[in-house]
Every structure is written in structure tokens, then in C-alpha cells.
């Protein structure tokens, strides 16, 4: 918060002056609950090895995605909800929301993050990208490996029961859970069906990717820090 008002109306903004204030206004961030349990291993899936090692850095974008799904519970049952996060500027390069855990629940993302990428002018360069997940039967099934191989991107699969395996993915999961469906502020009401948590859930990654302030990037957004990289890219060298 302190950060984000001396970018806006507030530049001498302090962080106690800051805390005294948001006391007075009776607000308060918010805090993550433990997750439950969606990792389920297939017997029958193909298990890639784990090509991260808890190194969540990449030298530049589409290099690495990790990915993982959440559940949000409405009126009319379960909804799940899956994203791919590119490691460089942990911005959420696609998400898919539906009432099944079948493999099209993470086999959408993945071609909306693909289609996402060559659309912005930044496709995916094949051999390139490594893809990282849990060992859940989604990403272990037959027809999301050959999907990945055919696209060229490596899958990476940490191991069961293990969080810190997929660590990036279940803090976005846990910010997911705090800010968008733990709050008000991006559905007025109590979730209903799967259009409530659609809804809700594209204004909040508008806003993480293009607003939200992130400390591991040096207090700048998701968008600004992958724009920064790719104007360094194409600067036009000075003379000596």
C-alpha cells in the first residue's frame, strides 16, 4: 500500500503514517487459508522428471511456466480453476475456469497461453520453454504430455504431496484464494454458479498483471517488468 500511493497521489508517503491511516479506516490486508487437497497422482499417467529443483528464476519469458489449479466452492457445486504463470515477471499468461477436473481443465490454458504469447508478438519458441506442474492426473495424462511434445515445451512434474516442489504456483493460488474469492472487491455477492467465478476471477488477473505491485520485482507490475525486458531487447545502441 505504501508503495502503491507514493507511485499515485502520495510520493513522501511513510510506511508508519501509512499503517496509522489504514487503522483509523478500519482496513486490514488479507490473510491466506490453507488449501486443500487437489493433487490426485494417476497410475497410469506419464511422470516427467522435475527439471526446476525449487528454481523458480528464468533468464526471460517463455521460458519457464508453472502451472497448477484451485477449487472455489458456489451454490451450485465445486468450480476449478487453473492458471499458467510465466516464471520471468510471475504474470498470468492464461486461466481457465470449469465445473470438471478432466484434462481440458489444463489443456485450455495451455493453448490460450500458447495463442496468448505468439498474438502479443512473443511466440513460443520450441525447446525453449519448460513446462512445470504437480503430479496431479491432469498433467500426467497421455494427451497433455503429446500436446506438450508436439509443441516443443519440456514438462517438468515435482512430486506428490510435495508444495515447495511447485512452490511460485501455490503462493498465486493462495493470493488467488485471498484477494479475488476471500474478498468483495471483485464480486459484490456470494458465487453462484461458474459465470460468478469467471467473472471474478478475469478482474482480478487484469488487475494482478497490470496493477497489483509485486515486491519481488522491485514494486512494479507483472506487464511493466516483462515491457522493460523486451525495450532493452530492441534499445537502439548509442554512439560511442
Not at 150 to 174: C, F, K, Q, R
Request: hydrophobic share 40%; aromatic share 10%; charged share 20%.
Amino acid at each position: 500500500m505504501t508503495a502503491y500511493l507514493r507511485r499515485t497521489a502520495l510520493p513522501e508517503a511513510s510506511a508508519g503514517a501509512v499503517d496509522r491511516a489504514m487503522r483509523i479506516l478500519g482496513l486490514e490486508g488479507v490473510r491466506r487459508v490453507k488449501k486443500v487437497r487437489t493433487t490426485i497422482p494417476a497410475a497410469d499417467g506419464k511422470r516427467a522428471g522435475d527439471l526446476l529443483d525449487r528454481d523458480f528464476t528464468a533468464p526471460a519469458p517463455n521460458r519457464v511456466w508453472v502451472t497448477d489449479f484451485t477449487y472455489v466452492r458456489t451454490w451450485a457445486g465445486f468450480v476449478y480453476v487453473a492458471f499458467i504463470l510465466d516464471v520471468f515477471a510471475q504474470r498470468i499468461v492464461a486461466w481457465h475456469a470449469s465445473t470438471s477436473k478432466v484434462t481440458d481443465l489444463v489443456m485450455t490454458p495451455l493453448r490460450m497461453a500458447i495463442w496468448q504469447r505468439e498474438h502479443e508478438g512473443h511466440p513460443v519458441v520450441a525447446e525453449e520453454l519448460i513446462h512445470h506442474s504437480d503430479a496431479g492426473s491432469q498433467y500426467t495424462s497421455i494427451r497433455f504430455t503429446e500436446h506438450l511434445e508436439l509443441e516443443g515445451i519440456a514438462p517438468s512434474i515435482g512430486s506428490v504431496g510435495d508444495a515447495y516442489d511447485n512452490a511460485l504456483m501455490e503462493t498465486i493460488n493462495g493470493l488467488y484464494k485471498a484477494e479475488c474469492i476471500g474478498t468483495t472487491v471483485f464480486h459484490p455477492g456470494p458465487y453462484r454458479t461458474l459465470a460468478d467465478v469467471e467473472y471474478a476471477t478475469a478482474s482480478w488477473v487484469d488487475w494482478y498483471n497490470n496493477r497489483r505491485l509485486h515486491g519481488t520485482l522491485g514494486m512494479i507490475t507483472p506487464v511493466e517488468h516483462e515491457a522493460a525486458y523486451y525495450e532493452a531487447l530492441n534499445r537502439e545502441p548509442q554512439p560511442v
